[in-house]
Antibody, heavy 118, light 110 residues
């Protein structure tokens, strides 16, 4: 069965960077992409960007351009998302999702809570 | 780019039907049939309920249906059940090859 398992809770100080990983199993990894979506406390879902596991092509939301990097590790079928220059506004639950390429997120990771606090 | 527009809340009694709208522009909802709907219970991962405007993934109840007219997509839930109480989000592919979500709708089953 398809599974996406994310890394654990992170607590960071303002200005730091965070990396969240997403290990996929149960499907042909290179046939899909990985999108990253976050939800801040009391807010809605926000799409951050997408990476193809086939050719590593990325597409980032304008709000995160220059501050986010998404990568793929084919040796472990893992997607990774690094967010830099963190502020308290980045406190959120971060999800990875399997993405056909067009915003159809059919499987999701369990979510990773990232807290940014001094 | 602003979020797609959804009502903040809707409610209905068990057995009734409700419809949630999702309004975008000619650059997203109106441009492609790549609209999806997600059910989100607090503390859990979102769940895909509808994709490609009208299609249901395997295992999703046929009480859930989707449609689109122009720049507005809609999710209809018929025969409301208590477990349908959740937040619902639409999303759409856009002309800049990005994805945009709606602001979310809280469904209350009275």
């Amino acid at each position: 069965q398809v599974q996406l398992v994310q890394s654990g809770v992170e607590v960071k100080k303002p200005g730091a960077s965070v990396q969240v990983s997403c290990k996929a199993s149960g499907y042909t990894f290179t046939s899909y992409g990985i999108s990253w979506v976050r939800q801040a406390p009391g807010q809605g879902l926000e799409w951050m960007g997408w990476i193809s596991a086939y050719n590593y092509k990325t597409n980032y939301a304008q709000n995160f351009q220059g501050r986010v990097t998404m990568t793929i590790d084919l040796s472990s079928n893992t997607g990774k998302m690094e967010l830099r220059s963190l502020t308290s506004d980045d406190t959120a639950v971060y999800y990875c999702a399997r993405d056909r390429w067009d915003g159809t997120f059919d499987y999701w990771g369990q979510g990773t809570l990232v807290t940014v606090s001094s | 780019q602003s979020a797609l527009s959804q009502p903040a809340s809707v409610s209905g009694s068990p057995g009734q039907s409700i419809t949630i709208s999702c309004t975008g522009t000619s650059s997203d909802v109106g441009a492609y049939d790549y609209v999806s709907w997600y059910q989100h219970h607090p503390g859990k991962a979102p769940k895909l309920m509808i994709y490609d405007v009208t299609d249901r993934p395997s295992g999703v109840s046929n009480r859930f249906s989707g449609s689109k007219s122009g720049n507005t997509a809609s999710l209809t839930i018929s025969g409301l059940q208590p477990e349908d109480e959740a937040d619902y989000y639409c999303n759409s592919y856009t002309s800049t090859s990005t994805v945009i979500f709606g602001g979310g709708t809280r469904l209350t089953v009275l």
